[in-house]
């Protein structure tokens, strides 16, 4: 324990110190505001006293107008001192705050499908809370892309914690219904937040719709991967446009990207759908059951809700060789279908001369309900999965957790020990399986 509190003490040194000089400096001022007031409010109103002559001087005469005047300016400006001193003071208790509290707590949510109520509530959660940053995974329209995108960001930009917003298979279009240019997509849902100061434009890889955002205060690097960068030129008729295709300029990026973390920090990766052709479904009470869904069939053949042009999971080569300093050479085929118009990625890396790096996990949504994963090449990268936000019927089809009312919130706080390896999950919202089995909290171990 002694030990515990010499480090905190030692790490926020010049905080405390800070926070000491600010108080002070308030406090001095809080004395002489009221000191001036009594004095001026003599003078001005009660008569019974001039002021001092520095201040008669300075406004040439000693009527009452003046005296008046001088009174609200003087006010005004330490008014002023004191709020700027509260500032500082301010600042340097949320970065005492960073400094004793190495978790990074991050507000997990996906798939809202234009529920905006639902939206609403999550933002005033993390808004009350000591949560540090909201992730969003995707799939803020409801089917349609051309649907009112803006939404989000409308109300996202009004909170006081910073929002990071992964693109997801709805957000570029699907199916029947128009697509949608990576143009577009970048405008209206990465810029935010490069204007919203969470992001600098720099790391979005000369505006493209995939980037990476370093915590320095936690040593995290979270990384956002666009998985829909199929051409907009094909048949419509195909509907691949929503398929994950991942470019090969993109894995390069990624490759780069992850090399060149810093040593001391660990890193997550955020994507809409998870990243395993056929994932390997961790046994746990807080997921859902596969075999009681309509997924388990989908899912074993990268059709239906995994969604692919490009087979082969080539994220997880890519963290495999970032964990294990390897050399990584390989070309990803492309299915039948859609081969006239996707040419296979390609990736050739090498981390071989750099230690080896630190994965946390994947963050995904996509698929509406919970469950942790790993791929079944790769047992050492977990994929969480995080529920769908939204209450409609057809959202929360496949998870075997109901909404009670349209009012049932459904999302995740995670908190990561980067010290301990350790991930803790607290379900937000009605927690109660079909199965009478509580979903409330778990805790997980990553390598």
């Given amino acids: 324990m002694k030990k515990v509190l010499k480090i905190a003490i030692e790490g926020a040194k010049k905080y405390i110190f800070g926070i000491l000089i600010c108080s002070l400096i308030s406090s001095f001022l809080m004395i002489y505001l009221t000191k001036f007031i009594s004095f001026a409010v003599d003078g001005v109103i009660m008569q019974t006293s001039s002021l001092p002559e520095y201040i008669r001087n300075s406004f040439y005469s000693d009527n009452i107008k003046s005296k008046l005047t001088v009174l609200a300016i003087y006010m005004l400006i330490i008014v002023g001192i004191i709020s700027i001193s509260n500032y500082i003071k301010s600042m340097f208790n949320t970065k005492f705050r960073l400094t004793m509290n190495k978790n990074l707590k991050i507000g997990l949510i996906s798939d809202i499908h234009e529920d ?125 446009e929503h398929r994950r295709y991942i470019s090969s300029e993109q894995l390069l990026w990624f490759a780069k990207t992850l090399y060149n973390t810093p040593l001391d920090y660990s890193v997550i990766v955020t994507m809409h759908q998870i990243p395993a052709l056929k994932p390997n479904f961790k046994e746990c009470n807080f997921c859902a059951n596969v075999g009681e869904t309509n997924l388990e069939e989908d899912l074993s053949d990268g059709y239906g809700y995994l969604q692919l042009s490009m087979l082969g999971n080539p994220l997880g080569d890519i963290i495999n060789a970032f964990k294990n300093g390897l050399h990584i050479g390989n070309k990803y085929s492309v299915k039948e279908e859609y081969q006239k118009y996707l040419e296979p ?103």
């Fill in 116 to 240: 905006i109520k639902a939206l609403e509530r999550y933002l005033k959660y993390i808004q009350n809370s000591d949560i540090d940053i909201g992730v969003y995974l995707g799939d803020s329209v409801s089917r349609n892309c051309d649907d009112d995108t803006n939404y989000f960001w409308k109300l996202a930009s009004k909170a006081d914690k910073p929002i990071y917003y992964t693109v997801g298979n709805h957000d570029v279009g699907i199916d029947e219904y128009k697509s949608i240019g990576c143009e577009k997509i970048y405008d209206t849902y990465i810029y935010p937040m490069v204007d919203n100061k969470y992001l600098d434009i720099n790391n979005t890889n000369n505006g493209k719709c995939y980037y990476y955002k370093d915590f320095d205060n936690y040593k995290i690097r979270l990384i956002s991967i666009f998985e829909y960068e199929g051409t907009r030129d094909a048949d419509l008729t195909l509907g691949f």
């Fill in 345 to 447: 990625p390609t990736i050739d890396f090498d981390f071989s001369d750099r230690p080896k790096g630190k994965f946390i996990c994947f963050l995904t949504g996509h698929l509406h309900c919970a469950f942790i994963t790993t791929s079944m090449e790769y047992k050492d990268q977990l994929a969480i999965t995080v529920p769908a936000a939204s209450t409609g019927a057809f959202e929360r089809q496949n998870d075997d957790i109901k909404p009670i009312s349209e009012n049932d919130d459904n999302f995740y706080i995670l908190e990561i020990n980067t010290k301990n390896k350790n991930i803790s999950i607290d379900k937000i919202g009605t927690a109660i399986t079909s199965s009478g089995v509580l979903r409330d909290r778990i805790n997980l171990k990553y390598e």
